[in-house]
Structures are given as C-alpha cells and as structure tokens.
C-alpha cells in the first residue's frame, strides 16, 4: 500500500471517530524518519485538544488498525493536536482562518525569498492571496508552496 493510500485509508476510519467526539481532523501523515516510520494524526475542536482527547483516538484508532491492518511494516503512532502554528491545508482553513497572520515557505525562491509572512486575504482558484507587512497584496499557486501556517504573535 502506497504512503497516500495508507493516509487516505486512515482518514476513512478516523471519520465516525471525529463525527462521534465533534473533533476535526486537520491532518495524517505517514512518514519515515531515520528508521522508524510514523503514523501521526492531528486533531482539533473547538476550545482546544487535550490530552485525554488524544488518547480516546488514539486507543479508538489502534482497535481499527489492528483488525483492518493497512500499514505491513512496523511504526509509531502519534495523536497531537495541530499546535498554535497549525498547517493550513483544507479549502475551509483558509475561509476559517481568513484576517490572520500567516507563514509561507515556497518550494522555489519568488522574488529571491522563499519565506513569506503577511495577514491572510483568501484562496480562490488555488491561489492563496496575503498582504505582506509593507501592505502589498501577494498570490501563490497552491503548488508552490511547501508549507503555509498559522504565524505565532508575541
């Protein structure tokens, strides 16, 4: 099974366990690092994760891997919250998160930078619109960028 199709199968049997708890699944990924393999889920809700809630998915998770067991080789298993400067990466993060300050890391440099900051204006036509600290609107094609989070203030 592919690294996308042990995600997408994951993401199918978190759905009634995020359904059930009023939780939100903001991501999965199942990635190699070193030796080990990880699977990690992050989860949300209104007025934030606790740990409690990270174990009841966990544990509800565990049950249904272990009998439908998609993933062959060893890993570990990690349930977290996003943390303050969580990813964007459904349509609906950037409705919901539209007015805040965001952090963008492109695969290839625009304008000689990879790094962009600026208040998050929207998507539309998978083109994410910001304006930068100097108040100039800026576009990047959703590929192009590697990551783009919720920046953290102090």
């Given at each position: 099974m592919s690294k996308q199709s042990i995600e997408k199968a994951v993401e199918s049997y978190l759905e009634p366990i995020m359904e059930?708890?009023?939780f939100e699944l903001v991501d999965v990924e199942y990635v190699k690092e070193g030796t080990n393999w990880y699977l990690r889920v992050f989860i949300d809700k209104k007025g934030g994760i606790t740990i409690d809630d990270c174990?009841?998915?966990s544990k509800s998770l565990e049950?249904?891997?272990?009998?439908e067991d998609p993933i062959k080789n060893s890993y570990i298993l990690e349930v977290s919250s996003p943390?303050?400067?969580?990813?964007?990466?459904k349509d609906s993060d950037f409705e919901r998160y539209k007015g805040r300050i965001v952090d963008i890391?492109?695969?290839?440099?625009?304008?000689?930078?990879?790094?962009?900051?600026?208040?998050l204006i929207g998507l539309k036509d998978n083109i994410v619109?910001?304006?930068d600290e100097d108040g100039n609107e800026l576009s990047?094609?959703?590929?192009?960028?590697a990551i783009i989070r919720l920046a953290i203030l102090f």
């Open positions: 059930e708890h009023n174990e009841l998915v049950k249904t891997l272990d009998k943390g303050l400067d969580r990813p964007l990466k890391k492109l695969y290839k440099a625009f304008n000689k930078k990879k790094e962009y900051s600026g208040e619109y910001i304006i990047f094609n959703r590929n192009d960028i």
